[in-house]
């Protein structure tokens, strides 16, 4: 089997698995692991417009990009982590001091642990922090689940 670094490595060839990830919070310089990462998604907004006298199609005209909210899941992180102080911040103020949004980058890792495929989040903001739910009948790790709106998706490996 011909390794990363061989020339025979081929990453055409490279089927991904969805269970090896990373997510780094750029300007905070903190990598943290999920369990689960969705919302990675870009859509294509259309305008339809009919044109007089052609009945057998319409135009359909770009209208805007948009994308659906990130969302994270991991089990419930201590507050001396850089990035839930943020969020506590962001989600827990009045407003009356300033937040900044930030560059959220998820790696798909190869067996190697390297970057195969890199989606980056810019200007994530949450918008949504939620805890599980207290159950005293399941013995289950208590999961929180992040949500960041975030204004553009870019693949950038």
């Known amino acids: 089997m011909a390794n990363l ?4 490595y081929d990453d055409a060839n490279f089927l991904p698995v969805s269970f ?9 310089l ?3 692991a999920f369990k689960e990462v969705s919302g990675l998604n870009s859509e294509m907004e259309v305008e339809t417009i009919k044109e007089g ?13 948009k994308h659906s909210n990130l969302i994270l899941k991991r089990a ?24 900044f949004r930030v560059c959220m980058q998820i790696s798909l890792l190869n067996e190697y ?12 903001l949450p918008v949504k922090w939620e805890l599980g739910s207290f ?3 399941k013995n289950e790790i208590m999961i929180e689940t ?11 490996l």
């Open 135 to 137: 159950d005293s009948q």
């Open 30 to 32: 903190e990598e943290v």
């Open 146 to 156: 992040l949500e960041f709106a975030y204004q553009s998706l870019t693949r950038i």
């Open 76 to 99: 419930s992180m201590p507050l001396t982590s850089a990035v839930q102080i943020w969020i506590k911040t962001c989600l827990e103020s009045d407003f009356s001091q300033p937040f």
């Open 113 to 124: 642990g390297i970057p195969a495929r890199n989606w980056l989040c810019a200007n994530a």
């Open 53 to 65: 006298g052609l009945n057998d199609y319409e135009h359909k005209l770009p209208k805007q990009i």
């Open 5 to 8: 670094f061989s020339p025979y």
């Open 20 to 28: 090896y990830f990373s997510v780094l919070f750029v300007e905070l």
